[in-house]
């Protein structure tokens, strides 16, 4: 079955610098990949996803990018801020049209710290 | 994320009892999971339900069970045998489609923490 890595597991940066998270993916037959921010205590939040048939996806400062080859996709921030701190999750799926769906496999998770 | 809810927010158990978190959304989606997600663990499939009476299990079923008897409802029993209960329990759902418009929203959550 698939199996997603993801890291750093923790991350800080200065505001104003980026930071990039990285995950890896084991299944080759996935093509969607989402990406998710939890703050403290809170639901998981879809910041971004990104299809197989892309390799870059961006809105505003949150990019995302994707290399089928490696099987590994990364998370880019850019001009962080303290509000990004929190937890990212990466996942990998398989996504189907009118078919059946494959689950979202996890990574572990990256804490983001931001300093002011 | 707002047609997903979980109710309690917060559960306490005692050693030996079953509890039942709740999961209902609004979305008209047809595929629901439940998450358990640990520090440092990230977030491990329990059960997951494609369409209304049927569900499967997911990587750490053992010590749980579910039901879907509605479209909009997928309650989730912690049952005595699962050993280490405490953690936050997330609710998700997708349409199930395939479609650009497939996404997994997540529900709020339930803390369970065992006396």
């Known amino acids: 079955g698939e199996n997603v890595e993801q890291h750093p597991s923790t991350l800080s940066v200065q505001e104003g610098d980026s930071a990039v998270i990285k995950c890896t993916y084991s299944?080759?037959?996935?093509?969607?990949f989402p990406w998710y921010k939890q703050e403290l205590g809170k639901r998981p939040q879809l910041i971004i996803d990104i299809r197989s048939n892309v390799g870059e996806k961006k809105d505003q400062r949150i990019a995302v990018t994707l290399n089928k080859t490696a099987k590994h996709f990364s998370l880019h921030i850019t001009e962080t801020q303290p509000e990004d701190s929190a937890v990212y999750f990466c996942?990998?799926?398989?996504?189907?049209?009118?078919?059946?769906?494959?689950?979202?496999?996890f990574g572990k998770g990256t804490k983001l710290s931001v300093k002011p | 994320d707002g047609g997903i809810t979980q109710s309690p927010k917060y559960l306490f158990r005692k050693e030996g009892q079953n509890v039942t978190l709740s999961c209902e959304q609004n979305?008209?989606?047809?595929?629901m999971y439940w998450y358990r997600q640990d520090p440092g663990q990230g977030l491990r499939l329990i059960y997951y339900s494609q369409i209304v009476n049927d569900f499967q299990k997911g990587d750490i079923a053992e010590g749980y069970s579910v039901s879907r008897e509605k479209k909009e409802s997928f309650p989730l029993t912690v049952t005595s045998a699962q050993k280490n209960p405490t953690a936050f329990y997330l609710c998700a759902s997708t349409s199930g489609q395939g479609d650009l418009t497939d996404t997994q929203y997540f529900g709020p959550g339930t803390r369970l923490t065992v006396l």
């Open positions: 979305l008209n989606h047809d595929a």
């Open positions: 299944d080759s037959a996935s093509n969607y």
């Open positions: 996942a990998a799926s398989i996504r189907n049209y009118g078919g059946s769906q494959g689950n979202l496999i």
